[in-house]
DNA sequence: GTATGCTTTCGGC
DNA sequence: TTACGGCCGAAAGCATAC
């Protein structure tokens, strides 16, 4: 095998363009799909919206309030994410992909890899014809437009489906790539975030081309063997890493917005425990147990505090998990002169449950002493 | 010092 | 001039072990 052909598929404007789908009369105006928090009438936040909204500066995560300012004059529509609905149809579109791919590995609802060296013979003529094909075949029985980026492994993928959305399609060649790269910011690297492209805008390395120029013996001084060497290597271009199929989620959550600030420690247990029940039913349904359990406030400030706490030995006690979240909230309240405006709950650090413990467990039921714990 | 793993915060969608 | 979700994984920061 001499070159990979990795593929990454980013569908358009996701939830809007599903919405667009299920009422055609919306796709020539603005459409806004928002999570509306209940707390009054449109508080709540943008999920996402098409791209006829955008150009009014409508994007992911501004308040329903701002983008209903910013739309004040024009025919918009504003509607309630309907999240059930948009998973199925990311399943279907998924399993239509996964017919064209030698390996698959989904990220999230509307990202995936395909590994397509096979199929096309390791040819990047071939993948370009395939990638339309893939686009043309979605279309067809979805109505979905999608934008994909195609390169010799994951990390060039990723970064070419950025290059032109939406519809697009970016086909990067083996021996394209350092010019591909070279000009672009090195926060496009998975890895780097905006501290670490601080660091390195100081040290003179501003674009990819510029980190590929410096010396690897100062890079893993600078930020240690293992991600000093993978920065190297990623400003070449060079990733191993396979696309393989993902394990269940690596953590479960659910966070709610009170309906209004309290500091009330009663008031937030009665919501966390809520959503503790329904974050436990999810892990039950996948059959796991955990080793971490964590909570969530978003004060009055917005501002954001966590705390988690790990065990030595799964469990799977929902008992356990409500106690912990008690403490946890205890302490993280002691600790904020703020009330709190939104609370979670979470669940991670998960260890596949024996057969053997799942019947213990539904024969006992949820009062048992977990022998493991 | 470096590696590793855990906790907290950040950021994309 | 306020406004402001829910979920996930990545990044950053810190503690501990060697």
Not at 138 to 143: D, F, S, T
Not at 258 to 263: A, P, S
Not at 290 to 303: E, L, N, P
């Amino acid at each position: 095998m001499q070159s990979r052909v990795i593929m990454l598929v980013d569908f358009d404007y996701f939830f809007a363009q599903i919405e667009e789908v299920r009422n055609p009369s919306l796709k020539d105006k603005p459409v806004v799909v928002c999570v509306y928090s209940g707390r009054s009438i449109d508080s709540g936040a943008v999920s996402t919206a098409n791209y006829i909204a955008r150009k009014y500066g409508v994007e992911s995560g501004i308040s329903i309030y701002l983008a209903k300012k910013k739309l004040r004059d024009v025919d918009a529509i504003f509607l309630p994410v309907d999240h059930e609905f948009y998973e199925m149809v990311s399943k279907r579109i998924m399993d239509i992909m996964k017919g064209y791919a030698d390996r698959f590995e989904q990220v999230g609802i509307d990202e995936a890899y395909l590994d397509v060296s096979q199929s096309v013979n390791e040819n990047f003529e071939a993948a370009k014809d395939l990638a339309l094909k893939i686009k043309q075949d979605i279309r067809a029985k979805e109505e979905i437009t999608c934008s994909i980026g195609t390169g010799p492994n994951k990390l060039v993928a990723k970064i070419a489906a950025d290059i032109q959305k939406p519809d697009g399609l970016t086909v990067v060649k083996p021996g394209e790539v350092e010019n591909f790269l070279s000009p672009l910011p090195v926060g496009r690297l998975i890895g780097v975030g905006k501290k670490t492209e601080a660091r390195m805008e100081s040290l003179g390395t501003r674009t990819i081309g510029e980190l590929s120029e410096y010396d690897v013996q100062r890079l893993v001084a600078i930020f240690g063997k293992v991600f000093g060497t993978y920065l190297h290597y990623a400003s070449f271009g060079i990733d191993e890493s396979p696309v393989q199929e993902r394990g269940e989620a690596e953590s479960i959550s659910r966070i709610s917005t009170l309906k209004e600030d309290t500091w009330d420690l009663g008031i937030i247990l009665e919501r966390a425990n809520q959503l503790c029940e329904e974050v436990h039913a999810r892990l039950m349904q996948q059959g796991f147990s955990f080793k971490t359990v964590g909570i969530v406030a978003v004060m009055a400030d917005m501002s954001i505090r966590s705390r988690s706490k790990t065990f030595e030995n799964p469990t799977n006690e929902l008992a356990l998990f409500k106690r912990t979240v008690k403490e946890l909230f205890e302490k993280l309240l002691s600790e904020s002169e703020l009330e709190a405006r939104r609370v979670g709950v979470k669940l991670s650090n998960f260890v596949k449950m024996q057969e053997k413990q799942k019947q213990l467990t539904s024969f006992i039921g949820t009062s048992a002493i977990n022998l493991y714990s």
